[in-house]
């Protein structure tokens, strides 16, 4: 792969102080990220991190079924022990205090928390508690996500989102966690990207629990929906001062041509990944164009659903990574186009950052209630290697540079963008793909899960101490 990257000055660093001469994360001095209210975190996953995953009670989830199964994950990886963050969140927290993350965004397992008849399992509660009072302690702000991925597996044996009950289910579990953590948590995501749950494990079986129908998609999209509209009455009245929010993974598709259908498609594409759950969100309504792309799949709505999954929101949390060239797919539908000659990551995502300033100025104008923004997650994976102790993540400092200037550009196009958090803190399981892809600023060792935080990562705190340290 060529990087411009490649040839830059901080490329090959020879000693730990090199690492930190010149200015390689400093953003222009007008941006919006000196403001110091601009709140710099990074994110987790439960199942991403955790491993124990039999221990203290924890019950299975969909995930541990899944990659159980032979040809679901890469090198038949597991989140069995992952980065064993259960026994070792105290170090972690320590090096994200050492690292300056203001904030921390991780994610509460369904699963460890509640038992199959909905009783709360102590201990569960008890490692999650510990996690967000030593936080406190720390004066790190928490943000909590009640659901990335792990649905319990006793749930799934009864249809999982397929089933309307579910979201009863979430609403109960998110009843819970709102009277165990109330005052603790900052604010609270219900769903982390609930397009990859409907899509990647309803519609196309990448994901957990691996059924692909686009009608089951669609259908377990609203009752996803539905949960977190429940959900969200439960947080409210029972932890008032936090804020409450959602997370969504958005895609920006650009057209091969300008001919008229090969802009539909970009338009459709969009629709499928953002309009499908921000309609609804914000609009009370799904996009009418997406059972144009999928005919016929239009899901059971019951009355009042739609005023429930469109209640009021404190901050619509976005995951941004890449985008999607389209042309035509000659009917309704998009095709993808690989563009050559782009830069792209380990993942093989193109790098585009002006992506990401564009849909957050396109939200803007689409919906006029939309609530502030945090990027939740922003980020690359990259083969990276520990060198004399060091990891030189060049392609990462880089990118994540571009990025955080795209969402200034969208702060100074009228957008209220109040925070960014990097996708991840450590390397981790990246579900289907397993260990191989890396997309930490801190490197993990599985072998000895000596944690090494990458160039990268030194960048970021230096860039957060600088801040702090301005009048
Ligand atoms: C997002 C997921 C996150 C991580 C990144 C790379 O879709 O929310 O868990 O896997 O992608």
Redesign the pocket.
């Known amino acids: 792969m060529t990087h411009d990257i490649a040839a830059s000055p901080h490329a090959a660093p020879t000693a730990p102080s090199a690492t930190l001469e010149g200015d390689a994360f400093t953003p222009s001095p007008d941006s919006a990220l000196w403001r110091r209210d601009f709140l710099l975190g990074a994110a987790t ?1 439960s199942y ?1 991190i955790e491993g124990a995953v039999a221990e203290d009670g924890r019950l299975p989830s969909i995930w541990d079924t899944f990659s159980a199964t032979p040809g679901k994950v890469l090198a038949g990886d597991t989140g069995a022990v992952a980065c064993d963050h259960y026994h070792r969140w105290e170090g972690d927290l320590d090096l994200l205090e050492a690292l300056n993350f203001e904030a921390y965004r991780f994610s509460i397992a369904w699963p460890r928390v509640m038992d199959a008849s909905g009783r709360p399992n102590a201990k569960g509660i008890g490692f999650y508690r510990r996690l967000l009072e030593r936080l406190k302690e720390k004066g790190i702000q928490t943000f909590a996500t009640l659901y ?1 991925w792990d649905l319990p597996q006793h749930l799934q044996d009864r249809g999982g989102w397929l089933n309307r009950d579910t979201a009863y289910r979430f609403a109960d579990y998110a009843d819970l966690m709102s009277r165990e953590f109330s005052g603790l948590v900052d604010a609270w995501m219900t769903l ?2 609930p397009w ?1 749950s409907a899509y990647l494990g309803y519609g196309n079986g990448h994901h957990a629990p691996g059924l692909a129908q686009a009608r089951y998609a669609t259908q377990a999209m609203h009752h996803l929906l539905l949960g977190h509209g429940l959900a969200v009455a439960a947080l409210r009245a029972n932890d008032p001062h936090s804020a409450k929010g959602i997370v969504a ?1 958005v895609g920006r598709g650009t057209p091969d041509s300008d001919s008229p259908a090969d802009r539909t498609a970009a338009r459709r594409f969009e629709v499928q990944h953002n309009a499908w759950i921000l309609d609804p969100l914000f609009k009370g309504e799904y996009p009418a164009e997406l059972f144009e792309l999928w005919p016929g799949t239009e899901p059971l709505v019951l009355d009042g659903d739609m005023q429930t999954i469109a209640a009021p929101l404190d901050f619509l949390g976005i ?1 941004y ?1 890449f985008r999607t060239h389209v042309k035509s797919d000659g009917a309704h539908g998009f095709v993808e186009v690989p563009l050559a000659g782009v830069e792209r990551t380990q993942m093989g995502w193109e790098v585009y950052p002006d992506g990401l300033r564009d849909l957050l100025v396109g939200f803007r104008r689409t919906y006029e209630n939309l609530p502030p923004v945090y990027i939740t ?1 922003n980020g690359m994976a990259s083969d990276d290697r520990v060198r004399d102790g060091q990891v030189d993540d060049a392609q990462r400092i880089s990118f994540l540079k571009r990025h955080l200037a795209a969402v200034d550009a969208a702060i100074k196009a009228g957008v209220d963008v109040r925070g960014y958090f990097v ?1 991840s803190l450590l390397d981790n399981f ?2 289907a793909f397993g260990y191989e892809r890396r ?1 930490g600023v801190v490197h993990v060792d599985y072998g000895t899960q000596m944690r090494t935080p990458k160039r990268s990562a030194e960048l970021i705190a230096r860039f957060i101490a600088e801040r702090g340290a301005r009048v």
Do not use: D, I, S
């Open positions: 996953a991403q990335h982390n990207e990859c993974n995951n990574y997650e996708w990246e579900w997309f």
